[in-house]
């Protein structure tokens, strides 16, 4: 299928779905936010389409990024987002959901297996719960090292300006803070502050 043949609104995903089904196809749903596509989401994606003949891959809306992860991100907007996921291989159908977890998706499509990324457990996949209703199971898929965007996006957008530096203070103690790529630290409050678009982020800092 083409790749933007792939990305289509929730009723025309569950119509296919349908159709998938009535073959005797199962069918898996992958999500997540998928901004700058790296390694750790191929993986997740492969690891997913594993576990089912068709892989649905639920990709958050720009809103709904920004809700979770803040005003900067997301970097990539929901239309290319969707676009490179959906022409990974192991993709099959593609929608975007504006809603801040996946139940809405879940049920209606209803897949036997939902797929989350390493960074969960069985236990701990917030739509757990819904998977009852049909007889769907919970799968954790992908490998477990760190490819994490948010802490990319940080490098990538640098440090600030030598002028900014100078200003800026611990978010905690408001003391100086020496500056590193896509990080400031604490010496006092030994803490390291993710920058985020130049600002150290009060949370979370983490001992260093
Ligand atoms: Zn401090």
New binding site residues.
């Given amino acids: 299928m083409a790749t933007l043949d792939k990305v289509q609104p929730l009723e025309a995903v569950a119509r296919r779905v349908e159709a998938a089904r009535a073959e005797g196809k199962t069918v898996a749903l992958a999500n997540g936010a998928f901004d700058l596509l790296h390694a750790g989401h191929v993986r997740y994606l492969e690891g997913a389409k594993a576990l089912a003949d068709v892989l649905v891959v639920a990709v958050n809306t720009d809103r709904s990024v920004r809700l979770a992860k803040g005003a900067e991100r997301p970097l990539v907007p929901e239309a290319e987002r969707a676009e490179l996921v959906a022409a990974l291989a192991c993709t099959d159908l593609v929608l975007l959901f504006d809603e801040p977890d996946v139940r809405v998706v879940l049920r209606r499509l209803r897949p036997e297996v939902h797929v989350k990324g390493t960074d969960y457990t069985e236990e701990t996949v917030p739509e757990r719960d819904e998977l009852a209703a049909w007889g769907g199971r919970v799968a954790i898929a992908g490998d477990a090292k760190a490819h994490s965007t948010t802490e990319r996006a940080a490098a990538v957008q640098g440090r600030p300006s030598a002028r900014l530096e100078a200003l800026l203070v ?6 100086a803070l020496a500056w590193e790529t896509g990080a400031a630290r ?1 010496p ?2 030994r ?1 390291r502050f993710p920058v985020n678009g130049g600002i150290p982020e009060m949370d979370p800092g983490e001992p260093y």
């Fill in positions: 611990c978010p905690r103690c408001h003391g604490c006092a409050c803490l």
